[in-house]
């Protein structure tokens, strides 16, 4: 079965500069997550979304970054203008519906898209 | 959210069994209770996940006291290969709401 699959895996930008990474979930995951993970901390949830409705975007910078998932599938993170503090790994996971949860509570996540900020 | 809190770090020789403990003072009636762990330059894995008392799997096992305040992954006869970092995380899988947040960690190492 294949995994959650991000691109670029590196991207290297100047401030004020934008970017954008790509996120396809875990075919059938209605669940649809973006962490970031800056160098020695846990990750930090951004936004977390169903089909293509978003559930959780509390600590989601909304001046500079903005995220979507277009027909429940696909999802973009974009952050314009980019700032020295993004530098980090930004980290995409997919989960089955949450219903199903109860049985494993697992998340699948990609290998992540490393950002600098120079 | 219930909180976590888990050691910064611990050191274990190979061979040797090894307990991380996670506190969740204030762990809700519905939360349960999963671990992650992550290699470097690799997203965080799902190792196991449990409500209360024992669960067992193929890699580790998580206890879990009557109270539920805090939870205690066991990975038998770690390799080097177990060096990584281990998350603790409380959440209610019955809610479709409710985020799961990670802390910083516990950073094992496995020395020869």
């Known amino acids: 079965e294949a995994g959650v699959a991000q691109s670029p895996r590196y991207k290297i930008i100047e401030k004020r500069q934008s970017v954008a990474f790509w996120c396809n979930p875990i075919?059938?995951?209605?669940?649809l997550y973006w962490y970031q993970q800056i160098l020695g901390q846990g990750p930090k949830l951004l936004i977390q979304?169903?089909?293509?409705?978003?559930?959780?975007d509390s600590q989601l910078p909304k001046d500079r970054f903005s995220a979507e998932r277009l027909k429940g599938v696909d999802s973009t993170l974009k952050i314009q203008p980019a700032k020295l503090e993004d530098s980090a790994v930004y980290l995409c996971a997919s989960s089955l519906e949450w219903a199903s949860l109860s049985e494993t509570g697992e998340l699948f996540f990609g290998e992540g898209s490393r950002l600098t900020v120079l | 959210l219930a909180k976590t809190t888990q050691p910064i770090s611990m050191d274990s020789y190979e061979g040797q069994e090894v307990n991380i403990t996670c506190s969740h003072n204030?762990?809700?009636?519905?939360?349960?209770i999963t671990w992650y762990q992550q290699f470097p330059s690799q997203g965080p894995r799902f190792i196991i996940q449990g409500y209360k008392t024992k669960v067992t799997n193929e890699v580790a096992s998580l206890f879990i006291p009557a109270d539920r305040k805090s939870s205690t992954l066991s990975l038998p006869r770690v390799s080097l290969s177990d060096t990584a970092v281990y998350y603790c995380?409380?959440?209610?899988?019955?809610?479709?709401?409710?985020?799961?947040?990670f802390g910083k960690g516990t950073r094992l190492s496995v020395i020869a």
């Open positions: 995380l409380v959440g209610d899988m019955s809610a479709g709401n409710t985020p799961l947040v």
């Open positions: 075919s059938g995951h209605a669940t």
């Open positions: 979304f169903q089909n293509n409705g978003v559930v959780d």
């Open positions: 204030n762990i809700a009636t519905n939360d349960y």
